[in-house]
């Protein structure tokens, strides 16, 4: 009986410290920030590799993925201490990642170098290295894996993947510098950020055209849904402000502020808090959806892009 | 202390960003070139500090233990321009912006066939976990080729003739440092992109061995009467070593009179037989300048002079 007790309080105590950790790639400084949640306060910060750009879990929720884009690596990271547990090497210029829904496919976007490789997403073994000028920059899916979405920032144009064929399906024009891309729940539209002016585009990809366009703030830039299944966030870069969108009827729905240009993001399991990573400023946002208050700002290193939560609230 | 620092240093370099920099991409439709504007504000603050910090400390020690003393020193004025040109970035991000394409093309088809390129810390797995290894060792590197670079613009008489504006002149002082012919410039900075392609050199390690080195490099042009003993002779490259490779005629004249090729650590100089520890602080200049020939006064009259030269169109 004792013993079963202290198994229970073990488990209670692991997943408590579990849900307490926080990840920020610090990409200027070629760190990552490891921030207790609860106290709200950096508790490691360790070298990682160069120009660590974005992070994502495995599908298996094993470990925690960390493109270090300069590196050509791809660091293992164990999720509940942040320890490297592998690094995989001759992954090209990895900035953006994606696995597809399937799981069969891992595409990374090389913004630098105008290319999107396609890997296999159980090995990693390199499938195809697709041309895709210019400045492939984020990566998004439809739920049944047949295509991987690109946004070409330098041509102002959204691309198409076939996964099956792996060859480029379609390219259409966009707004200026497109940036995040998100798929809605129902799979019918894309919305992308439109960096270079104050709007998100929705395209209904199976006909390939502009549907609406949504105002949000100068700088439109990427997305994180927050949870429920209905609406998305969506950081605005220059006009400091994050924006909730419904995803139904494909308008804004709230805002808040957030300075020193808001970046990526996530959101706390109890979908209360929203973690913001400030480029400009060299800190983690975090603010109270309910208050729309910032209710506290944590340094972090130079230049912080990705950011991921241990307990977040489901990517829906 | 050094926390504080840097603290109100992100605060000045997101003020600046936010303020001046940001709306102007946004307005002229470059926000594709965000995050690499916000890492060249932050080189042009450091510049313009490390200008500030160069004028305060070594134009009073210049005064103090001069090797010279000019009546008119209008000669050395110009040498102002070239410094703040460089330090405060405009040549570099001139340069940048035009090898960077050049550089990332050919980045791209070595992976398009199936070539990526190596980085250092690939086979030195420890630079990965020390900031500090990594800085010392970047720095010993960039410094080994830049020894090597500057042995070849006196080795190769093409390259002298641009190499000679930076030798022409007869009040050297701290700024001489960065007193350069544009295609001299070109071509080092393409000789340390190629060398960025090679090994994979940080942006992070970079910056901070350009700062190191810039600072060192300044101090040894200085106009001052300082030698660094009988051990530190042998390490750091001192005002006293640097103006023995600026002597007229036997610091650098030709290849089998050059002396003192480092740029900041003069065991180079020791271990490659290139080494005069000569006890005089000599006059500097080129001999042909006492015969009369001109190298120009002002900034575009030398950088004009030195493609005359280059193309031998001066009669000489």
């Known amino acids: 009986m004792f013993r079963s007790k202290c198994f229970v309080l073990a488990l209670v105590a692991a997943a408590s410290a579990e849900a307490h950790i926080a990840f920020v790639l610090n990409s200027g400084d070629e760190t990552v920030s490891v921030i207790d949640t609860a106290s709200q306060k950096v508790t490691k910060t360790f070298r990682v590799g160069k120009e660590p750009h974005h992070l994502m879990a495995t599908p298996d929720d094993a470990?925690?993925?960390?493109?270090?884009?300069?590196?050509?690596?791809?660091?293992?990271?164990?999720?509940?201490?942040?320890?490297?547990?592998?690094?995989?090497?001759?992954?090209?210029?990895?900035?953006q990642i994606g696995f597809s829904p399937d799981r069969k496919y891992f595409v990374s976007a090389s913004l630098r170098l105008h290319r999107t490789d396609i890997y296999s997403g159980s090995d990693f073994k390199l499938l195809k290295r697709l041309q895709t000028p210019k400045a492939p920059s984020h990566v998004m899916f439809d739920q049944k894996s047949t295509m991987a979405f690109v946004s070409l920032q330098d041509s102002n144009e959204l691309a198409a993947i076939d996964l099956k064929t792996q060859e480029m399906a379609w390219k259409i024009p966009i707004g200026k510098q497109p940036a995040g891309v998100w798929m809605t729940p129902d799979d019918k539209h894309l919305l992308i950020g439109i960096l270079g002016e104050n709007y998100v585009e929705v395209i209904d990809w199976r006909a390939r055209k502009k549907v609406k366009r949504i105002v949000t703030g100068e700088g439109a830039h990427n997305f994180i849904p927050a949870g429920d299944g209905r609406h998305v966030f969506l950081s605005n870069r220059a006009s400091n402000k994050i924006s909730k969108i419904d995803q139904q009827s494909l308008t804004v729905v709230d805002e808040f502020p957030a300075p020193g240009g808001p970046d990526c993001m996530d959101v706390t399991a109890d979908g209360k808090q929203l973690w913001v990573t400030s480029r400009w400023i060299r800190k983690v946002t975090v603010i109270d959806l309910a208050t729309k208050k910032i209710v506290k700002q944590i340094p972090v290193g130079r230049s912080p892009h990705g950011i991921y939560l241990y307990a977040h609230a489901p990517r829906r | 202390m050094w926390n504080w620092i840097t603290t109100r240093f992100a605060e000045l370099h997101a003020w600046t960003f936010e303020t001046l920099v940001q709306p102007a991409l946004y307005r002229f439709g470059f926000m594709n070139w965000d995050e690499q504007a916000f890492e060249a504000t932050e080189l042009f603050l450091i510049g313009l500090i490390e200008v500030l910090l160069l004028w305060a400390i070594f134009r009073p020690v210049e005064a103090l233990a001069p090797v010279e003393k000019w009546d008119d020193r209008s000669e050395a004025h110009v040498d102002i321009y070239y410094a703040l040109l460089s330090k405060l970035g405009l040549i570099p991000l001139f340069f940048f912006l035009l090898l960077t394409p050049a550089f990332d093309w050919l980045n791209g088809n070595l992976r398009m066939a199936g070539i990526i390129p190596p980085n250092l810390e690939d086979m030195v797995p420890a630079l990965q976990s020390s900031a500090v290894l990594s800085a010392v060792t970047y720095l010993l590197i960039l410094d080994f080729f830049d020894y090597w670079r500057h042995r070849f613009q006196h080795r190769f008489k093409t390259w002298w003739q641009l190499h000679a504006l930076h030798h022409s002149q007869r009040q050297m002082t701290f700024w001489t440092d960065d007193r350069e012919h544009l295609i001299d410039q070109a071509i080092s900075a393409a000789w340390r992109a190629a060398l960025g392609l090679l090994i994979g050199v940080p942006p992070v390690q970079f910056l901070t061995v350009t700062l190191i080195s810039g600072a060192i490099e300044s101090f040894s042009h200085a106009n001052v009467r300082v030698k660094f003993g009988s051990v530190g002779k042998y390490i750091l490259v001192s005002p006293h070593f640097h103006r023995v490779h600026h002597a007229m005629a036997f610091g650098y004249d030709g290849p089998a009179k050059g002396c003192n090729f480092a740029q900041v650590f003069a065991f180079w100089d020791v271990l490659f037989g290139t080494a005069t520890f000569a006890e005089e602080f000599p006059a500097t200049g080129i001999p042909d300048q006492q015969t009369g020939r001109d190298y120009g006064r002002g900034y575009w009259s030398q950088q004009w002079l030195g493609v005359r030269r280059l193309i031998g169109a001066d009669g000489k």
Do not use: C, H, M, W
């Not at chain 1, 270090?68 to 900035?95: C, H």
């Open chain 1, 63 to 95: 470990y925690l993925i960390v493109a270090n884009a300069l590196s050509n690596d791809l660091v293992f990271l164990d999720r509940q201490t942040g320890e490297v547990k592998r690094r995989l090497p001759n992954i090209s210029d990895p900035y």
